[in-house]
């Protein structure tokens, strides 16, 4: 059974920094893109940022110089170091593994259940 676990989402204020962390199981991790999503309230999904299972990274234009994607593949983990974070930064963030290098939500293989991060003003 495939699990997706993410942690480390929370409440700060703007300038903060949030470190998400997702525990994969279950699956050949080094063989799947890990990708980032998030959900704000009355919102769509949209990508955040992926990385390859190469080490390929990607990211939504509006994140790009704040947040960090890295992954270890001998710890089965993702990571997204959020730094200098906004309100609007503000939403549920989901892991998910998919095996190819997409920014779509779709034809996701497995998704975790998602974190809340709170940025303050």
């Known amino acids: 059974q495939v699990q997706l676990v993410e942690s480390g989402g929370g409440m700060v204020q703007a300038g903060g920094s949030l470190r998400l962390s997702c525990a994969a199981s279950g699956l050949t991790f080094s063989r799947y893109a890990m990708v980032w999503f998030r959900q704000a309230p009355g919102k769509s999904r949209e990508f955040v940022s992926i990385?390859?299972?190469?080490?390929?990274?990607a990211y939504t234009d509006s994140v790009k110089g704040r947040f960090t994607i890295s992954r270890d593949n001998a710890k089965n983990t993702v990571y997204l170091q959020m730094n200098s974070l906004k309100p609007e930064d503000t939403a549920v963030y989901y892991c998910a593994a998919r095996r190819y290098f997409s920014r779509s939500d779709y034809q996701v293989d497995y998704w975790g259940q998602g974190t809340q991060v709170t940025v303050s003003s």
């Open positions: 990385i390859s299972w190469s080490g390929t990274i």
